[in-house]
Each structure stands twice: as C-alpha cells, then as structure tokens.
C-alpha cells in the first residue's frame, strides 16, 4: 500500500509509514497509535493536538480532515503557515503535502490574499521536477488550503546542519536545479524572490525543488515597487529591494550567489547580530570586501559567485541562462 514512498526514493521512515497506516485506518473511523498502531478510544481531542497513547504512552498528534485530505504530520512551518503530510482520500495510499494558514491568522485577509496568490501561481504554473506539482486548492472545513506534490526531500538549512556544508559540486548542482525552478517560473510570467535555505527541499537522489510562492509577483508588478511593502530573508534580499527600485531576473541571481555561498560553508555571507544592520550592510559600503569574503573558495568560483552578488543588476549575469551556463562550466569534467 505504501509503495509510493519507495518510488519517490524515500529512505525507510517506520514511524511515517504508521502514521500513513493510522490515516487509512481513519478512513475506517479508527484512529490508531503512529508508534505501537493499537487503537487509541474516544473521546479524542481537537484536530492538531498532542494526545498520550495508552498502550505506549508515546505523544500522537490528532489528524485534522480538510476536504478530501487527512493532514497527519507536520513538515515544516515558516512565517506564513504550517505544511503537513496529508493522505489524499480521493487517491488511496497516496501523500500530499497541504499548507494552511498558522492558527492565529488562518482568517486575516492580508493571510488568506496570500495564500490565494499561492494557489493561483502553483496552479497555472506546468509540471517541472524542481517544483511541487500542484494537486488542489481551495476552501473547506474552516480552512484555506493548498495541496500540492510532496517533496521528500530535506530543508537546505537542515541539511548544512548535519553535514556543515557541501561540496562545490554539490552545491553547484543544487544551484543549477533552482535556477531550473526559476526559469520555468519566470517562462510563466513570475519572479519568485524568496530564495533562502528554508524554501529549498534537497530530494535524498539531489533533484533539488523550490517551494513557497508566498512572495511571487508578475514580472511587470515586480518591475514597480511604489508603496510596496519590504519582505524577504535579510540574509538573501537583493539590495534593490531594501531600496525600493524594480526587480528583474537578476534580483533573482543576487540571493542565488547568497545561497550559494551559505551551502559552500554553511555560514550566511554577512552576519550582522542586528538584522536591521544587516540590511544595511546590503546597500551601504560593506566593511569587509566582497572579494576578500570570497578568498577561501577557488578563484573561479570565487568570480562567479562575485558575479551573482555585484551590488548593481547590471553588473551581474544578465539573466539566468548566462548564469546557469557559468556555472554549468564550473563542474569538473571527464578530464579533471
Ligand atoms: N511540497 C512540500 N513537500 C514537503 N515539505 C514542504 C513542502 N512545502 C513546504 N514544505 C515544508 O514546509 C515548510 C513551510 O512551507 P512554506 O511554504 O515555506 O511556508 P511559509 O510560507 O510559512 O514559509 C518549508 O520550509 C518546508 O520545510
Ligand atoms: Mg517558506
């Protein structure tokens, strides 16, 4: 029943197999214990909370139904909702991924707007392996949600937590991956100008996705900021954001080069304690050169990465393929 975890070359995982075995058996009006699967007896509590299980006494989270989706465990959570793991009723044995707004702001219309951009962007968006395909989104049971593919895959940051950082061709896959993700986001029209370690998902093979289209804007809304609120990761903002001035493509290859940077040597590029400081230091005269940052990595990575980053668009890469292509020949070759 649960092959599908095997094709999406998930590695052994007991715990969420029982925890997909208990969702199936909720379609049966059971709920079962994701540890010991003995079944747990009314009255249970409220959907997403924490209850004991009496035969083990380990914790079991109370699954929530959305339409036609059981929301089991959570995936991850970031400033505008959480994601679980979800069982889709109407495709038995098959996971999803469904994103709901964080409790406090699940009805707030600023909340609610974005989410609905979100579902709009990843539902016109076509089919791209370094994307989560979309599976449904709507309104149902009291919440807004977005259903989507499940990335099997590990938070960028978490991994660099484990492994310190990756190699330099690690890294410059991972980087070509996203900007395969970007380039079928801009060839829809969109910019997706939230690039930072928490929106990339490293699948257990490499195949890198994108996920969060929380910030997404057209092309042309993007190229007009007037009266636009600033948001994004201090650590990965292009500089022409902080100032108010239109974004294009190459906005996108400035948080490239900082991400890059964070996978080389799992440390942000600047790291200011004041994150308002910080902002700053994207735009002001920074204290420690670029370059001199850049020293410890091979000079020719070190001049593509000062490429992404230049202060100003135009002294960066002028769109992604160009990029793409210099960092395409950065990979060793048969003859290294
Ligand atoms: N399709 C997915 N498959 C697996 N995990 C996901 C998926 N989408 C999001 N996540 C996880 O959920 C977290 C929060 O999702 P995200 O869309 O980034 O929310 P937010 O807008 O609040 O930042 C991500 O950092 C990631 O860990
Ligand atoms: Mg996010």
Redesign the pocket.
């Known amino acids: 029943m649960f092959s599908f975890l095997r094709n999406l070359g998930q590695p052994a995982n007991p715990a969420r197999d029982a925890r997909l075995r208990q969702l199936q058996a909720l379609n049966d009006g059971d709920i079962l214990c994701s540890h010991c699967g003995s079944r747990l007896p009314p009255p249970h509590p409220a959907p997403l909370e924490m209850r004991d299980c009496l035969a083990c006494g380990k914790l079991n989270l109370s699954p929530l139904r959305i339409g036609r989706f059981w929301l089991a465990e959570p995936?991850?959570?970031?400033?505008?909702?959480?994601?679980y793991?979800a069982l889709d009723r109407q495709r038995p044995g098959t996971a999803c991924?469904v994103?709901i707004l964080?409790r406090g702001d699940k009805l707030k219309l600023r909340r609610v707007q974005t989410l609905c951009k979100?579902i709009l962007v990843a539902r016109v968006l076509p089919p791209h392996p370094c994307l989560?395909g979309f599976v449904e989104g709507g309104y149902a049971d009291g919440e807004y949600y977005l259903a989507?593919?499940?990335?099997?895959?590990e938070?960028l940051d978490e991994l660099l937590e484990t492994r310190g950082h990756l190699s330099e061709t690690q890294t410059l896959l991972v980087a070509l991956h996203l900007l395969a993700a970007e380039q079928a986001m801009l060839d829809a029209g969109f910019l997706y100008r939230d690039l930072k370690p928490?929106?990339i998902?490293v699948r257990p093979g490499g195949y890198t996705?994108l996920?969060?289209f929380?910030l997404v804007l057209t092309l042309e809304h993007a190229a007009n900021p007037a009266g636009r609120r600033l948001a994004g990761s201090p650590y990965f903002i292009p500089p022409e954001r902080v100032m108010g001035q239109p974004e294009d493509p190459r906005s996108e290859l400035y948080s490239l080069g900082q991400v890059m940077y964070y996978a080389l040597t799992g440390q942000t590029l600047y790291d200011a304690a004041e994150i308002e400081e910080l902002v700053v230091r994207h735009v002001a005269r920074l204290r420690v050169p670029l370059s001199q940052k850049l020293q410890q990595l091979r000079p020719e990575l070190a001049a593509v990465l000062q490429h992404l980053m230049a202060q100003q668009p135009d002294q960066r890469y002028p769109d992604l393929a160009t990029a793409a292509a210099a960092l395409f020949a950065l990979l060793p070759t048969a003859a290294d």
């Open positions: 995936l991850g959570s970031g400033g505008m909702g959480s994601v793991l991924a994103k964080s979100e989560p989507m593919e499940w990335i099997p895959g938070r928490e929106n998902l996705a996920v969060d929380g």
